[in-house]
């Protein structure tokens, strides 16, 4: 081929507008079929497909094209021809011709496919992803990596037209005491000491609203060495973006102009702005989580002063308690004694005592296991307060606030929430609280410890109701990601870290150095962190994150393909101060003993 | 302030068509100055500076500015003015106004300034690597980062518009045997166990290319874990990008695109292409190196045929040796004898035996120590083929070629080499050897083993011959990356393993997963990855790169701000099963003590 193209036209271009063209492509046989001595070959390309077509009468080529593997890497020449009549393919951009091959040279040809790639079967991920690079082939995948990059091209154009300056900050940085959940990585220039990968471009992007970039953004990779969940890896991209002389209200701003534009690149809709805003407090309350999912309604209606005189005990009593009764009106659905008994069990798995169905009748009556105790003015006003009707199915929940809301949110979820993501719902929950309330009642805070509270006094005095000028934005019931007003004052971040109980002398330990950043006029900051891979999964309708990573670890942070975590030589460990502990060695070496019986 | 805005307008953007309007605006207080009780301060944003006028008669506002500190972050509201006649400053933006002030908030007070920010006094790097964030407020690191991010964003311009994808690889990868450049991270969900973090992102895009991602590009994070020269960083950033079907024209012309776009964004400037191609030998012969400058001439002449008989035995010898007399014409200067024995010490210290030097007198006369055993045609000659006059010094070698070329090179740049880059002059240097050849004599391969050779055959009948697909990209002297066609064939790359002296063991251990990837079809492909810290650099006109990285290490690969690599606590380390060396351990029980003496 010496430096001719290997190419002079791409598969989806060609269209009748070529008839009689001769043209030279390159790409894969997706699929080769003989009919009658004719063979066909769909060749693909990154455009898409088109149809070549190998004459009894072609010689060598034939023989070539007849004796194909799919998937090999061809170059075919020859002439577009239109398809004889009621011969074209609708499904393809190049259907309506075909390419009557003059001669094919394979360049690289391949074996048997550990696995078919037309997705007729079902393939172990495991598997898909030991061989990504064929995975990476199917129509799929193919989508869902130019999604991916659709989405970072759609939020930078909107950022660098926004005067944002994109910078890199380190990702070999300090490793904090207590950073428990850092990647450690050791320094063979200084053996025995370590830098770690980090969790978020956090301190330094303060620092450069420090240093007087105003507006800055990054699309940076962070990493976050936890115990596995489905929709975690260990290495993850995010949208990182913050500005000086910002407050809350900016940022939501240019959050919705990015996701705006994101949607419209990716799935050619128009978003309405400003998104909702809600805050945690009634996100709590309405939708039982912090997340809510607002495609649906079936909200949560507090039912605590229909109650409060009841002579149904359970109740009254919670009531009394200071507790809550809350319900949601889950429908009409037909389920029979058994069905409503599992909701009982789900409830009571989520971590509520019980849970109270009651099924509104043809006649208006109520149809529950506890109607006998209530008064009929009390049934008559729970189905007033869920605007029910005949056939609907009512839950309710009686316990203290932080138990009822989100046991009540997870039923909702499980009865309502739409199985796709055609829809996109985005919201903003805001004004949430500097601690968050375990189920066990303990306070522990709800954001790193930059984060601004309203005030530091009601941190103090009020710990529980304190609120911090953080937020988050969600999108059809996942978080998408989250941001801040940060403290621009040493003196607050100083009280703000007694109040978190990060001791003087450990807030100097591991921050020191950013303490005495803060004191050389520190502007307002504030800014926000998206979730890319979240987002993009929502996007393409993807459940699982993995499906829109190139090369995801598993989720025991194994690669199958190349095989990493690895073990090392251990003179390279020398190296670097370390060393294998002798517990893991001897572990090693029973495996290698019993492995060679 | 509540949810009033920080600011109304931007510093820079004020001019006379803003009289009379009241703003606000919001930055910091870069210099303060009382003058007759009237108070000036210029007020500085990431646009540029604005002079404020605090009245004696301004009441508090006044009191507040006049005791301000440099560089605390402030916000004023007060009216702009047109300045008095005369008074304009021609270096301001907003020189033909300043603002009126009535009223000023502090937002944030600055301490006294480890060092002054106006660059009047040259500051120690480390100190500034420990303040960065101040560093990052003078007028040079807000360019540097200004024109990094300028430089990033125009070539993505151009990769997003020519059918790229931006495809992320990841960051935690295998660690491979002998790998000993590479950054280890230990698994704490496989304890003993290691990612490496990437060199470069090479066989993961050649993943892609395999996958079907026709066009790919990403600036990726790099890691390389050597001893420190000032122009490397233990983390730097490239421009990664690779095609499938694709020859080596097509990566140069895209490359020839990116920079073009580059230097029109940065320096406003449009660079012929296409930029010149030389061959490695022809880089070696005129300029003995591989990234020559060729923003000057002074090119390396062969005089090998001018003493191949002649009666100086020192340079016939060399020559009747297989060896070469090269010479280049160092133009006119004045020299006296001990400026003429430091360059023949300097080419002594450069590996060359001795260096001729000759002085053309204004008689056309030669001056020279060796002047009296060379035949007046000699003479003769060796002026005419430097094309040499009057006053011109010229420099003679006579060594191996692999010697006498690199020393002429470096004498070359020393006597020549403008010292700023406002010329930009960039070449590819193509047709690389298989193998370099050491000054030792020793063939040892000149880049990765994915490379394409242009014939294995060649590469095994005739290593130092052998051609690669290879090619840089060099400006005014400095390679800014490399490339190369891949091999695309597993039977090639295994055989090329072997020539590289890769056992087939070591192979399969290191490349395993490779090799069988190669065999399901994959593309013919080629690409590139440019080097971003050193292009920004030569733009800045900056010597070192880490001018131009927002918080780089030292050369020891420390960050004074932060303190990493520091030590971390050792339950952390036993999660990860290791654990640190005793020896290090001792030393540091040793440190320990000694300090408390």
């Not at 990154?46 to 061809?74: M, N, W």
């Not at 380190?170 to 050791?186: W, Y």
């Not at 301190?203 to 969940?229: H, P, S, T």
């Not at 002398?505 to 950013?514: D, E, L, V």
Request: one cysteine or more.
């Amino acid at each position: 081929m010496g430096n001719e193209a290997y190419r002079t036209a791409h598969a989806a271009s060609l269209d009748t507008g070529d008839a009689g063209r001769a043209v030279r492509v390159a790409g894969w046989a997706e699929r080769i079929r003989d009919q009658g001595g004719v063979v066909f070959v769909d060749l693909r390309d990154a455009t898409g497909i088109v149809q070549v077509v190998f004459r009894p009468d072609g010689g060598e080529a034939h023989d070539i094209a007849g004796a194909l593997k799919r998937e090999s890497c061809i170059q075919v020449d020859g002439v577009v021809e239109a398809r004889p009549e009621g011969m074209a393919n609708p499904d393809l951009a190049s259907g309506e011709v075909e390419i009557e091959a003059s001669g094919i040279v394979v360049l690289s040809r391949a074996e048997t496919l550990p696995f078919q790639l037309d997705g007729r079967v079902d393939v172990a991920e495991e598997r898909r992803l030991k061989y990504r690079y064929l995975d990476l082939r199917t129509t799929r995948m193919t989508e869902n990596l130019r999604a991916r990059s659709t989405v970072i091209q759609a939020m930078r154009r909107v950022l660098d037209g926004s005067g944002f300056l994109e910078v890199e900050t380190p990702t070999l940085i300090a490793s904090t005491p207590e950073g428990a959940r850092d990647f450690l990585v050791p320094s063979r220039l200084r053996p025995g000491n370590f830098y770690a990968l980090p969790q978020s471009p956090q301190l330094f992007k303060q620092l450069l609203m420090i240093g007087g970039v105003e507006r800055y953004y990054q699309v940076a990779k962070c990493y976050r060495d936890e115990d596995f969940r489905s929709d975690r890896q260990v290495e993850f991209s995010q949208l990182d973006l913050e500005g000086a002389f910002w407050g809350q209200d900016d940022v939501l701003e240019t959050l919705e102009a990015i996701v705006t534009q994101v949607v419209k690149d990716t799935r050619g809709v128009d978003l309405d702005r400003p998104f909702p805003r809600i805050s945690y407090a009634e996100a709590m309350e309405r939708y039982g989580t912090d997340k809510p999912d607002i495609r649906f309604g079936m909200e949560i209606v507090d039912l605590s002063a229909v109650f409060e005189q009841s002579e149904f005990k359970a109740f009254a009593g919670v009531v009394a308690d200071g507790g809550v009764v809350r319900a949601i009106n889950a429908g009409a659905r037909e389920l029979s004694r058994a069905g409503l008994d599992a909701l009982v069990e789900q409830a009571q798995s989520l971590g509520a005592k019980g849970l109270v169905w009651m099924v509104v009748q043809d006649d208006g009556s109520v149809r529950s296991p506890v109607a006998k105790f209530l008064a009929p003015e009390e049934l008559a006003a729970v189905v007033a307060a869920l605007d029910a009707s005949p056939g609907d199915v009512l839950l309710l929940v009686g316990d203290i606030a932080r138990v009822a809301g989100p046991v009540l949110g997870q039923l909702r979820l499980d009865l309502g929430q739409p199985l796709d993501h055609d829809e996109l719902a985005f919201l903003f929950v805001v004004d949430f609280p500097v601690f968050e309330v375990t189920m066990e009642g303990d306070l522990v805070p709800a954001h790193h410890p930059f984060t601004a509270p309203v005030s530091v006094e009601e941190m103090r005095t009020n710990p529980a109701e304190a609120i911090s000028k953080a937020y988050d934005m969600v999108l059809n019931g996942s978080e998408l990601g989250s941001g801040s007003v940060r403290i621009h004052d040493s003196d607050v971040q100083a009280q703000v870290f007694e109040v978190l109980g990060i001791s003087r002398q450990q807030a100097q330990a591991r921050f020191g150095w950013f303490m005495e950043a803060l004191r050389y006029g520190t502007p307002p900051h504030a800014g926000f962190a998206i979730g890319i891979d979240r987002l993009v999964s929502i996007l393409r309708n993807e459940i699982n994150i993995r499906e829109v990573i190139p090369f995801p670890k598993t989720q025991t942070g194994a690669d199958p393909l190349t095989g990493s975590p690895s073990r090392v030589e251990g003179p390279q460990l020398t190296e670097l101060g370390i060393a294998i502990r002798p517990e893991i060695e001897a572990q090693w070496a029973g495996e290698a003993q019993s492995e060679s019986v």
